[in-house]
Nanobody
Framework: QVQLVESGGGLVQPGGSVRVSCAVS????????VGWFRQAPGKEREFVAG????????YYADSVKGRFTISRDNAKNTVYLQMNSLKPEDTAVYYC????????????????????WGQGTQVTVSS
């Protein structure tokens, strides 16, 4: 059974940075594409970033492109999301999720493509 646990969220000032992590247990995540999603109160869960199993391919939502960076360390079974130049509209619960497949394409950027989910970590951007 694959378990994903997010950490690293918190309160950040506008313009600030934070890195959230997704630690995976149960088995190696090295053959699975992983994505980050977020959900703000009253809104649907939305795709943020995705990374292929080997880490060579990454994808970003237009709203975070140039500000967020997804990466992974398969030796540590961990995936990261570095968030810079944060805005109040980035406030949400951030979830990591894993696909069954190693690849990630723009068509993968939907919650239904991910069977494994973490419990989420809150990121609040406010002064």
């Amino acid at each position: 059974q694959v378990q994903l646990v997010e950490s690293g969220g918190g309160l950040v000032q506008p313009g600030g940075s934070v890195r959230v992590s997704c630690a995976v247990s149960g088995r190696s995540i090295s053959t699975n594409a992983v994505g980050w999603f977020r959900q703000a109160p009253g809104k649907e869960r939305e795709f943020v970033a995705g990374i292929s199993a080997g880490g060579r391919s990454t994808y970003y939502a237009d709203s975070v492109k140039g500000r967020f960076t997804i990466s992974r360390d398969n030796a540590k079974n961990t995936v990261y999301l570095q968030m810079n130049s944060l805005k109040p509209e980035d406030t949400a619960v951030y979830y990591c999720a894993a696909r069954i497949f190693p690849t990630f394409t723009s068509r993968s950027a939907q919650p239904k493509e991910f069977p494994y989910w973490g419990q989420g970590t809150q990121v609040t951007v406010s002064s």
